[in-house]
């Protein structure tokens, strides 16, 4: 089993561009959702997707936005990057029947905005 | 106030020591509490989680929920070198409500 896969590990932008990430969920798990994680901070939750649609959303601004795909992969977005973005973006997993919300993480992706 | 407070540390004890990280929460609507343990450029690993008050023992780990004074702990007996990493409280109030609310985390080190 290869757990959550994220696609590229480690990227550098400048203010101003877009960043797309990429994210392949645990098999057998059909929800997925991205975490924002700054440096000596917790994970921020930024969105959940599940059947293709944004089901919850956390306090982030438009400019970040996603989409699933009907095999369950998922990508996220970044418009107009901001110095502020830099972070560890993670992809979490779940199953549908995961009452307790209980996530299977990949290991990130880095981004560097400069 | 943040919803999830916990003292980033680092934490230092020696090898075979019994460790307490803990975490406080403001939310009273919080039922799931989590601890997940994240190594260096790795992502998070969930070690353990609790549903509403008590304890749970899994091995080495024991974690505790008061939700009473909304206070969380994990215990680690017997602590190894590996054990070595920055360790996650993690709350969530369930039936589709917002994502899991994180506390900023606590570095801990094992001295062998």
């Known amino acids: 089993d290869a757990g959550v896969t994220q696609s590229p590990t480690h990227l550098i932008k400048t203010r101003g561009q877009q960043v797309t990430l990429r994210c392949s969920p645990k098999?057998?798990?059909?929800?997925v959702s991205w975490y924002q994680q700054a440096l000596g901070q917790g994970p921020q939750f930024i969105f959940q997707?599940?059947?293709?649609?944004?089901?919850q959303r956390g306090n982030f601004p438009d400019r970040f936005s996603g989409h699933q795909f009907p095999n369950y992969s998922s990508e996220l977005n970044v418009n107009a990057l901001l110095l502020g973005d830099s972070a560890l973006y993670l992809c979490?997993?779940?199953?549908?029947?995961?009452?307790?919300?209980?996530?299977?993480f990949g290991a990130g992706s880095r981004l560097t905005v400069l | 106030q943040k919803e999830v407070e916990q003292d980033p540390g680092p934490l230092s004890v020696p090898e075979g020591a019994i460790v307490s990280l803990n975490c406080t929460y403001s939310?009273?609507?919080?039922?799931?509490f989590m601890w997940y343990r994240q190594y260096s450029r790795k992502g998070p690993e969930l070690l353990m989680y609790?549903?509403?008050?008590g304890n749970k023992e899994d091995g080495r780990f024991t974690a505790q929920v008061d939700k009473s004074s909304k206070y969380i702990s994990l215990f680690i007996r017997d602590s190894q070198p590996s054990d070595s990493a920055t360790y996650l409280c993690?709350?969530?109030?369930?039936?589709?409500?917002?994502?899991?609310?994180f506390g900023k985390g606590t570095h801990l080190i094992i001295q062998p």
């Open positions: 609790t549903y509403s008050s």
């Open positions: 979490a997993s779940s199953p549908t029947d995961s009452g307790a919300n209980v996530l299977t």
């Open positions: 939310n009273s609507a919080f039922q799931y």
């Open positions: 993690a709350t969530y109030s369930g039936g589709g409500a917002d994502g899991l609310t």
């Open positions: 098999s057998g798990h059909d929800t």
């Open positions: 997707y599940y059947e293709e649609e944004e089901r």
